[in-house]
């Protein structure tokens, strides 16, 4: 089944320029902005500026200057915003939901950059 992509999903508006953000970084393919209810103290969703519903739509179905413009966007929001290894820092986490058992409440591909405290395991545990 093909990925069906909703246009008036909010990122796609903040694309638009009809919902305002807080932007961190801007390329040619992508774009970075402070989430609005952050839960930590870095955290950016970086998102692409094509109509990708989730990381394996864009994996499948971008264009490659797309990926790398993407890739490159993310490296770099980790240098802007503090937590970078390579510059020294303690580290981030990269967090990209994906549908109803990801629970992904935007329906357009975003990575987080979450950071600038430790962040405990990746899942609860359970049982
Ligand atoms: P998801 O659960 O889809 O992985 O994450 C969606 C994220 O988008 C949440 O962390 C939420 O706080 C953020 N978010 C939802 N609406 C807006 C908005 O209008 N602006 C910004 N900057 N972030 C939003």
Excluded at 32 to 52: C, S
Excluded at 88 to 114: C, Y
């Amino acid at each position: 089944m093909p990925y069906s992509y909703d246009d008036q999903n909010i990122f796609a508006k903040i694309l638009r320029g009809e919902i305002p953000n807080k932007t961190v970084l801007e390329t040619e393919h992508s774009l970075a902005f402070e989430d609005i209810a952050p839960q930590a103290p870095v955290h950016v969703l970086v998102i692409p500026k094509g109509a990708y519903v989730s990381f394996d739509d864009f994996a499948q179905n971008a264009r490659p200057e797309e990926i790398v413009d993407y890739t490159r966007a993310i490296g770099e929001v980790c240098k802007m915003t503090g937590v970078s290894l390579g510059d020294g820092n303690d580290g981030f986490r990269m967090i990209s939901n994906a549908g109803i058992d990801g629970i992904q409440e935007v329906p357009h591909l975003h990575v987080h950059v979450v950071g600038g405290r430790s962040l405990g395991r990746i899942l609860p545990k359970v049982g």
